[in-house]
């Protein structure tokens, strides 16, 4: 615990009562994000999005991290990226964990077309078989801006999720803020052995009892009576897409969008505050 003690104390991150801090990036240091903790997605990759990722579209300025969405952009309609982290449970720091206190503190691109997310998925099994934890997602539902906070796990049919998804319209938030869209806000995930619970400023979202998200036995998960969440480690992604399956029409997208991700900070329970 020495190690962390030092991160937490450099930082001065804020550690909640009978947790400790095991992963954080604070995105002070101008330039690529940290290769030692983050990779890319590349390519056009899921959901007929628009967007073809690249690293080159995220970088770190003025304390955040930055994901750029252009468009007409090296030879490509609409670029962006996908950061998302090398998903080792073992590694120092690690970059996949099992349970804990994820906070992602950013700022979105709430535009219509946008698409931007925090989530989690697994590393054991394909997926949805893996489990995929949504802490924020942005987009057009029924005609109407709509944050998002899922989870899913698989169905029976291979790629088919089944998801415990609780939607919010964002004209909710900003009647209570005018200024919502130009703001941080804080996603938070709390995870233990009998629950995943999503919130935004402190106010659930969604609660999943992991006794409810059991994959069913199949080729692609050769387990019985066993939750993807349970003593198994997720990774986190941090992306922006554009249009495709849910993000909407790009017709009136303001180019270029910046995604702006304050921090990532990971805290586990102590072992005293176990007992």
């Not at 903790?37 to 967007?51: K, P, S």
């Not at 990722?53 to 670029?79: F, H, M, Q, S």
Request: proline fraction near 6%.
């Amino acid at each position: 615990m020495a190690a962390v003690a030092a991160m937490a104390q450099d930082s001065e991150v804020e550690v909640p009562a009978g947790y400790a801090l095991v992963f954080h990036d604070e995105f002070d240091k101008p330039g690529r994000p940290d290769s030692a903790v983050w990779t890319y997605e590349h390519g056009y990759v899921r959901n007929h999005e628009a967007q073809y990722y690249r690293e080159e579209n995220a970088w770190v300025e003025d304390g955040c991290l930055v994901i750029e969405t252009r468009k007409d952009d090296a030879g490509y309609p609409y670029t962006s990226a996908s950061v998302r982290s090398r998903g080792d449970a073992s590694a120092m720091p690690p970059t996949a964990w099992t349970y804990g206190r994820i906070e992602v503190r950013a700022k979105i691109p709430a535009h219509v077309g946008c698409w931007p997310a925090i989530w989690t998925l697994g590393t054991h099994g394909e997926w949805p078989y893996c489990g995929e934890v949504d802490l924020m997602e942005y987009y057009l539902r029924n005609g109407e801006e709509t944050l998002l906070a899922n989870v899913g796990w698989g169905s029976g049919r291979r790629y088919v999720c089944r998801w415990n998804s609780q939607t919010r319209p964002l004209s909710q938030f900003l009647e209570r803020d005018a200024s919502w869209r130009e703001t941080f806000h804080l996603w938070r995930m709390d995870w233990d052995a009998t629950a995943i619970r999503l919130y935004l400023d402190g106010e659930l979202l969604n609660e999943t009892l992991l006794d409810t998200t059991i994959n069913p036995r199949s080729r692609q998960w050769p387990h019985d009576g066993l939750s993807p969440f349970r003593d198994r480690a997720q990774y986190l992604l941090l992306n922006l897409a554009l249009g495709g399956d849910n993000g909407g029409p790009l017709t009136d997208t303001p180019f270029p969008c910046r995604y702006l991700i304050d921090y990532v900070r990971v805290f586990q329970k102590t072992l005293t505050s176990q007992q």
